[in-house]
């Protein structure tokens, strides 16, 4: 190990960030990386939806639960030993919607955060005390989950509705995902709410004070994307005095959810880079997020080991570059992967 | 049977009011009872209670799921194929309250009620939702069931409390019922809320317009009781030209909930009725609900057989009497139950 590392702050996603940050702690924990390392995760919040009255935030559950040993390992999200009686009950009752997938224990983080909200707690404030149960116990005040904003901001995909007066129709992110699998063409992202929002506390601390800044392999255009959006992030990312070192979601053409989370944020992944104009490949990554001697945000770049030929290419854009398997097919894996992110701007 | 019935109305608590009626609509159905009787069921909703920022309304859903055979059988409340992953969650974040028995299934209903009140729809518009799937499949416009009262009611009881500067210490009803077994003595009642409420839409309606209203043996402090006091109810029911007659909640000096709707029920009658004052025997609720011709409410009161010794007592009430077996152990016994409630006043 190089220097040692005394805060890394991590900007994540959902299942794939959640997965990233399993493999980083448990290189902090065996020795891989710096054992004394403190990490911050501030976490995409622009997934999140209303349901039935309830608030529930995708990507701040999935990172609970999967730190916390509580997801459900066979699906990467939702819990383990989940019931769906009270789905199964809102659908005989015929309320919509009912494409949405809700745990009955799933619920009750909803029912503590909804209730919390109500009583006037910002989300942050409710992360941090539904964390007392999932990241105390194993990381005491070692791992801190921040979301990205406490204001409401959510993701939009227009799609081709060929029965609407304009030719398109606009749907949550989560009905886009969970619903239609991603597999109707995506015409447009809007983020509603984004450039109104305010960081949340700390975060904008979290990205100043750290000793290195990590964008895990995370869907660009809906989980990194929103977070990179909220007005002020992108300016702290260029100030700090911190490295900031990016892993490429896409292996190949394919975005590598369809590996590493399945077959919907794989095709989620491409059709929205598609939409958005980003090309489907570790350099086009690269080239939204751009390197910070370039206005940009990255200093260096992890792409797959398939992926070499592309690494002059992705240099060339002024960050450094490294070819290594990036597949997190279990936790020394993604350890390994996270080591090498970190030397390559060590 | 004597004269056609073609409107029944009948006031109601949760397990106790809804066996009954299970019976009466078995009469009907059978024609035992006027099988072109109408029933229209005026709930009580002083029951109610706000848990983890859902409403709950245990005899609406206790009528609900009774006569919509949603019923669990076995404990007389609740759904049937019930988990409780919900509150086991809510439980391991050490959320309060952890006494209280919150099904998952039963969650889905809080949820649809929660939502509909937040939309701004009153209980009674959402009770006539939620019948839609409970009650009109087998009762199509038949069978009604409304609150008492649009307006929060909630019951709470005083407690000795030696802690407490003023010695005594106030729960809300559903605290002293699930979590205290209603074990613990009982000082008092209180109704709160009840004096500013008003009968919800049709239920002044419902009194005035019936052939017969019944008073089923619900729990006359914490059930009938709250119904009962909803300013105008009284009025009603001493002004309609339909005959009220009631059936017993005590058989001796029990409360038949003992027999008929578990320990808890029962043992809560009695210390209610201890505390205020009535008398625990068919005679003393016979005279808590009164004569209409003595400025109460009833024209007739059922007793149980084994009880033949008051019906001279409660005849001097200016009231007809009749002991009949009560115990409802089988819709048919509750059945011939109803019918002899209705032949008494015929």
């Known amino acids: 190990m ?32 710096s054992p004394t390392a403190r990490v911050t995760i501030v976490a995409n919040t622009a997934d999140d939806v209303w349901m039935h009255g309830l608030k529930i935030s995708p990507d701040l559950d999935a990172v609970m639960y999967t730190l916390g040993d509580g997801i459900d390992p066979e699906h990467g999200s939702g819990r383990r030993n989940e019931t769906r009686s009270a789905q199964e009950e809102l659908a005989a009752y015929g309320v919509e919607p009912t494409w949405f997938t809700l745990g009955d224990r799933e619920i009750a983080t909803h029912l503590v955060r909804t209730q919390m909200l109500e009583a006037g707690y910002p989300l942050s404030q409710i992360t941090a005390a539904l964390c007392k149960r999932w990241l105390s116990p194993a990381y005491g005040d070692t791992v801190r989950l921040v979301p990205m904003s406490d204001d409401r901001v959510e993701t939009h995909v227009a799609i081709a509705d060929p029965d609407a007066p304009s030719g398109r129709r606009v749907v949550h992110v989560q009905e886009y995902f969970v619903r239609l699998h991603a597999e109707v063409p995506a015409e447009a992202v809007a983020v509603i709410g984004l450039d109104e929002s305010v960081p949340a506390p700390g975060v904008l601390a979290a990205i100043a004070e750290a000793d290195l800044v990590i964008l895990p392999p995370s869907n660009p255009i809906v989980s990194l994307g929103p977070i990179l959006g909220v007005p002020g ?9 911190a490295k ?14 369809s590996a590493n989370a399945g077959a919907s944020t794989g095709s989620m992944g491409e059709q929205l880079m598609t939409a958005t104009g980003v090309e489907v490949s570790a350099a086009g990554v690269a080239k939204l997020y751009a390197a910070r ?15 070499a030929a ?3 290419e992705v240099e060339a854009l002024g960050m450094a570059c490294r070819a290594v398997p990036l597949l997190m097919t279990d936790h020394a894996a993604t350890a390994t992967m996270a080591t090498a992110a970190i030397e390559l701007v060590g």
């Open 244 to 257: 900031v070192v990016g892993v490429s979601p896409v292996i190949g053409d394919r975005f590598v959810g």
């Open 2 to 33: 190089e220097s040692q590392l005394n805060a890394i702050t991590v900007l994540s996603g959902g299942t794939g960030g959640a997965r990233f940050l399993q493999g980083l702690l448990h290189g902090i924990h065996s020795g891989l990386v």
């Open 310 to 312: 592309v690494v002059a």
């Open 293 to 307: 001697s370039a206005g940009g945000v990255l200093d260096g770049w992890l792409v797959d080991s398939t992926d």
């Open 233 to 241: 992030i992108v300016d702290a990312l260029r100030a700090t005095s």
